[in-house]
């Protein structure tokens, strides 16, 4: 997308105060969809008097977050937003109403927001009510903090943050497809992290048959930020007693099959728990993804991490489903096993960063 530029030059100060705000946001990653994860700090003569995220569920919003907190300090305060204010009426009334009724006198944001229920409106609705509006600080950051909301939005479907763990020699298993722990602890805690700030995990059937992963976030303390688990299983041959589905009324498991998968099938596993979706199939047979994708879309989902195989990572490549590729590289070759790659990633992705973890290097390509 194209960035918007600065609408007036910023102080140091105000930079400091997004980027507070900038942190804030990214907190409420993977808890608050359908809606974004909004980050807002009120500032009054230099002092921050009140801060607030999106809360999990999506409500209440980060501007009425941080108006509570501040209370009757809010009055005469600068907002730092990383989104635009809403201006319609949902659930609750929109925050460009708020923080006028707060008394707050000047708004700084981020980025707009392409939801034609607000796109401009809550700017105009802000300027209305006789508050400054500036626009553009933060702006390259909040892109990527929002991209999933962005994505629903104007695709509809998901942001797909794809992830595989590669040794030295390109191999993501050993002979036969048999699994091998390939990263390091350190960069196993950035990957439960990136769990945590999704709001939802997909892999393969090929996954659960070979490893029976749990697909939670397992850092010290976060055991509630896990995100809800997808299967893609055309045929519905998760097994009824697969730790995902033994664990399904603890943890929400989604398994998306195919329109023409086995009724007897679904009926095992939706009374163990489970939740079973189903889509049809591409013109050579297998599961539509763009479909599937859509498909969580509509039921709020904004940000899913994939964890795949090479088998899923190149029909989402191939079906250029994918938004970001994370590559955990470890130093350590295997000698023989299973590739990840037949074939270069494709030119549109970049290079973005790449950030050493313990021994290994984590690569991100946008």
């Given amino acids: 997308m194209t960035e918007p530029t600065a609408s007036a030059p910023f102080s140091e100060a105000d930079h400091v105060f997004m980027d507070h705000a900038l942190r804030l946001g990214r907190r409420g990653l993977g808890l608050t969809f359908p809606n974004p994860a909004v980050g807002c700090v009120l500032v009054k003569d230099g002092i921050v008097v009140g801060r607030g995220v999106t809360q999990p569920g999506g409500r209440p919003h980060g501007e009425t977050t941080a108006i509570a907190h501040a209370g009757a300090a809010a009055r005469g305060a600068t907002a730092y937003v990383t989104l635009e204010p809403c201006s319609h009426y949902g659930r609750t009334a929109?925050?460009?109403?708020?923080?006028?009724?707060?008394g707050i006198v000047r708004v700084v944001c981020a980025i707009g927001d392409p939801d034609p229920r607000v796109h401009g409106r809550g700017f105009t609705m802000l300027k209305a009510y006789g508050i400054a509006v500036e626009t553009g600080l933060g702006a390259a950051e909040a892109a990527l903090d929002h991209r999933g909301h962005f994505n629903r939005v104007r695709l509809g479907r998901p942001l797909v943050q794809l992830k595989m763990a590669l040794s030295?020699?390109?191999?993501?298993?050993?002979e036969g497809g048999r699994p091998v722990q390939i990263s390091g602890?350190?960069?196993?805690?950035?990957?439960?992290?990136?769990?945590a700030m999704a709001d939802a995990i997909m892999?393969?059937?090929?996954?659960?048959?070979?490893?029976?992963?749990?697909?939670?976030?397992?850092?010290?303390g976060m055991a509630d930020r896990s995100p809800i688990r997808i299967v893609l299983d055309?045929?519905?041959?998760?097994?009824v007693d697969a730790r995902l589905v033994a664990t399904a009324r603890q943890v929400p498991t989604w398994i998306i099959g195919a329109v023409d998968a086995a009724p007897e099938a679904e009926r095992w596993l939706r009374s163990a728990g489970a939740e079973v979706m189903r889509v049809g199939r591409t013109p050579n047979g297998d599961l539509d993804l763009s479909e599937a994708l859509r498909l969580v879309a509509t039921r709020g989902i904004t940000r899913v991490l994939a964890e795949t195989g090479?088998?899923?990572?190149?029909?989402?490549?191939g079906a250029?489903?994918?938004?970001?590729?994370?590559?955990?590289?470890?130093?350590v070759a295997l000698g023989a096993g299973l590739a990840a790659f037949d074939r270069p990633l494709p030119g549109r992705f970049r290079?973005?960063?790449?950030?050493?973890?313990?021994?290994?290097?984590?690569?991100?390509?946008?």
């Fill in 94 to 102: 929109p925050c460009s109403d708020a923080l006028a009724r707060a």
């Fill in 168 to 174: 030295a020699d390109g191999l993501v298993a050993g």
């Fill in 185 to 195: 602890p350190r960069a196993s805690c950035e990957v439960h992290l990136m769990r």
């Fill in 203 to 220: 892999v393969g059937i090929g996954t659960v048959l070979a490893d029976d992963p749990m697909l939670t976030c397992r850092l010290p």
């Fill in 234 to 239: 055309p045929r519905l041959r998760t097994p």
């Fill in 310 to 317: 090479p088998t899923l990572a190149k029909a989402l490549i």
């Fill in 320 to 331: 250029d489903l994918a938004d970001e590729i994370v590559l955990v590289r470890s130093p």
């Fill in 351 to 366: 290079l973005a960063q790449a950030l050493p973890s313990g021994p290994d290097m984590i690569e991100i390509y946008r």
